[in-house]
């Protein structure tokens, strides 16, 4: 139930909408769901950025990188798999891993000089803020609910296919020394068989 009170972060209203998935369904105009505050129109348009980091020496390692392939992949396994995508709350979540995310090096410092270790939140001149779960399931379309990942498996089955995977994994080093995200896709996509499902929810996870 969304807290539509004077101290809820969120609001109900209706609006017209556009499908972040499907890009051939029209625009409807239904109720949806608003992080606060919003605004309809604004005083003035914000000013550019005048962040520099030329004094600074930042690598910025890991995070999400687009990868060639993968959109095409999603697209194949779509129509078989959705429906279980959706029942398990990730269809959002994998649909947003094929968007190509540019990072803004000098905004991701600008920022990192407001966050406070003591209390895990930006400080910003009109108060604090910080990044949570509710975020996540807005922004990203991930779910919060459920096992986590790191859970032991413990079913038959799922014994089995770790098995299976980690023969294949075992055999892809062999040939490729690096088991990179490239290889494992490459090894599994278009096999048809319920492996290649598994083994595409194993790297869109490792991919997060």
């Given at each position: 139930?969304?807290?539509?009170?004077?101290?809820?972060?969120?609001?109900?209203?209706?609006?017209?909408?556009v499908?972040?998935?499907?890009?051939?369904?029209?625009?409807?105009?239904?109720?949806?769901?608003?992080?606060?505050?919003t605004?309809?129109?604004?005083?003035?348009?914000?000013?550019?950025?005048?962040?520099?980091?030329?004094?600074?020496?930042?690598?910025?390692?890991?995070?999400?990188?687009?990868?060639?392939?993968?959109?095409?992949?999603?697209?194949?396994?779509?129509?078989?798999?959705?429906?279980?995508?959706?029942?398990?709350?990730?269809?959002?979540?994998?649909?947003?891993?094929?968007?190509?995310?540019?990072?803004?090096?000098?905004?991701?410092?600008?920022?990192?000089?407001?966050?406070?270790?003591?209390?895990?939140?930006?400080?910003?001149?009109?108060?604090?803020?910080?990044?949570?779960?509710?975020?996540?399931?807005?922004?990203?379309?991930?779910?919060?609910?459920?096992?986590?990942?790191?859970?032991?498996?413990?079913?038959?089955?799922?014994?089995?296919?770790?098995?299976?995977?980690?023969?294949?994994?075992?055999?892809?080093?062999?040939?490729?020394?690096?088991?990179?995200?490239?290889a494992?896709?490459?090894?599994?996509?278009?096999?048809?068989?319920?492996?290649?499902?598994?083994?595409?929810?194993?790297?869109?996870?490792?991919?997060?």
């Amino acid at each position: 139930m969304v807290d539509s009170s004077e101290f809820g972060i969120m609001e109900e209203r209706e609006e017209v909408m556009v499908s972040s998935v499907d890009e051939e369904v029209k625009p409807i105009f239904r109720v949806a769901h608003f992080l606060k505050p919003t605004t309809k129109k604004l005083p003035f348009l914000p000013s550019r950025l005048k962040i520099s980091c030329s004094s600074l020496k930042v690598q910025f390692r890991g995070g999400f990188s687009y990868m060639k392939g993968w959109s095409k992949w999603v697209d194949e396994l779509k129509p078989l798999h959705q429906e279980i995508w959706k029942k398990a709350g990730i269809f959002e979540g994998i649909i947003a891993s094929t968007f190509k995310i540019y990072r803004h090096s000098d905004l991701i410092l600008a920022l990192a000089e407001r966050w406070c270790l003591e209390t895990n939140t930006f400080i910003l001149p009109w108060g604090e803020a910080t990044i949570t779960l509710e975020d996540m399931v807005v922004l990203g379309g991930f779910s919060v609910l459920g096992h986590s990942v790191l859970k032991p498996v413990k079913t038959k089955d799922s014994v089995d296919i770790e098995k299976a995977l980690c023969e294949v994994h075992k055999d892809i080093r062999v040939r490729k020394t690096n088991v990179g995200h490239h290889a494992w896709m490459e090894h599994f996509a278009g096999r048809g068989d319920h492996l290649e499902h598994v083994a595409f929810l194993t790297l869109w996870l490792s991919r997060l």
